[in-house]
């Protein structure tokens, strides 16, 4: 018996009687991490990993039936042995290990295998079968070392400020927008965040995670000498809104693993792309699979014909899994902020 299946509902262990992010409503569910199109309303019960219960009852309500487990910590269900390890996606992220009658699948979620300092790293897990993500399993997707990506803003950010320009820069308000915050000179002046990432700020800061000082961009005004130096963090979504209006003159940029794509950077009409993404490239991904010994692969969302192709190949049984998994977060979701007042002023 396989021990994950995909039924309409997401991605089904028959032993065990539950799902690993489900998509639709269930009873009992695993959450590997807390972006939108894995953690849903709506299912009875949950299980998670401990560092995520913050960002999960930040999303879906703090009154979800949520438990929680630590990295390595087992239970039996059915049995079905079932154990949580880090994913380095975002907070709280996890591979699902699920052992039974002598066989181990795992299932990745979202992962990446750079270490950032905002989220336990990556850790291989062996097993017969691995579920991996396939987002961006193209050969031409390899990450420059997040070092560089991280002096590339704080050069950008340095030149506005000296120019007299905010810079706005756009990025997933959970998991992507702190990680930034992390990462970046915090002495470059004042730092800014819409309403949809500063709840999130709060969560990281109260889990440990070094986040520097950040202001509500709403408190500011259009007239405000502080945006000349400031850095401000928004959603995608904010782009090209009302909302913009109260910065006056700046510079924009978006960063994402897309941002490698010219075509991508074009569309999106910002100054500048910082390919900073949260997923593994292609060699990350290569590296992963084959530090899982496993010799089954069942390949997700993404570039999934490409990467089956090439794992099966190196000669593993490889075979794409169809899902409704996609991006971290629906832009169109995000509510941006009430537009300024005609006088410049900010909205409360």
């Known amino acids: 018996m396989d021990l994950v299946i995909a039924r309409p509902e997401g991605l089904y262990c028959p032993p065990g ?9 269930v009873e009992r569910s695993v959450i ?13 019960h949950y299980l998670a990993a401990a560092p995520g219960e913050g960002i999960l009852r930040s999303r879906l309500g703090q009154d979800i039936n949520l438990q929680t487990l630590a990295y390595g910590e087992s239970i039996t269900h059915h049995g079905v042995k079932l154990s ?10 996890a591979q699902v290990r699920l052992g039974y009658q002598g066989e181990i699948w795992v299932a990745s979620g979202d992962y990446k295998v750079e270490p950032d300092g905002t ?4 850790e291989p897990v062996r097993c017969h079968t691995f579920i991996t993500e396939s987002t961006f399993g193209l050969p031409i997707y390899r990450w420059q070392p ?12 340095r030149s506005n400020a000296a120019a007299g320009k905010a810079s706005v820069l756009f990025a997933y308000s959970f998991g992507k927008a702190q990680r930034i915050l992390h990462g970046i000179d915090s002495s470059i002046g004042p730092i800014l965040v819409h309403g949809a990432v500063e709840p999130l700020n709060r969560v990281y800061r ?3 995670v070094r986040i520097p000082e950040t202001h509500y961009a709403g408190d500011f005004k259009k007239t405000d000498p502080a945006l000349r130096s400031a850095l401000i963090v928004a959603p995608p979504s904010a782009g090209g809104s009302t909302w913009m209006r109260r910065f006056g003159e700046f510079s924009d940029a978006f960063a994402s693993g897309w941002m490698m794509l010219r075509g991508t950077r074009r569309r999106r009409g910002v100054d500048r792309g910082f390919a900073l993404s949260d997923h593994a ?25 490409v990467l089956v192709r090439y794992l099966r190949e190196l000669g593993l049984d490889a075979q794409g899994f169809s899902t409704e998994y996609g991006d971290e977060e629906d832009d169109a979701a995000v509510k941006t902020e009430p537009e300024p007042e005609s006088t410049g002023g900010a909205s409360s």
């Open 119 to 122: 989220c336990e790293p990556f």
């Open 17 to 25: 009687d539950f799902y690993i992010d489900p998509w639709r409503p």
């Open 84 to 93: 949580l390890h880090p994913a380095g996606h975002v907070l709280g992220s």
């Open 32 to 44: 590997t991490h807390a972006h939108g199109d894995h953690a849903r309303t709506g299912n009875e």
């Open 281 to 305: 490239d292609w060699p990350g991904l290569l590296w992963a699979i084959e530090n899982t010994g496993a010799e089954r692969v069942m390949v997700t969302h993404g570039s999934v014909a």
């Open 146 to 157: 997040q070092s560089e990506i991280f002096a590339g803003i704080n050069e950008w950010w």
């Open 206 to 208: 109260e889990a440990g």
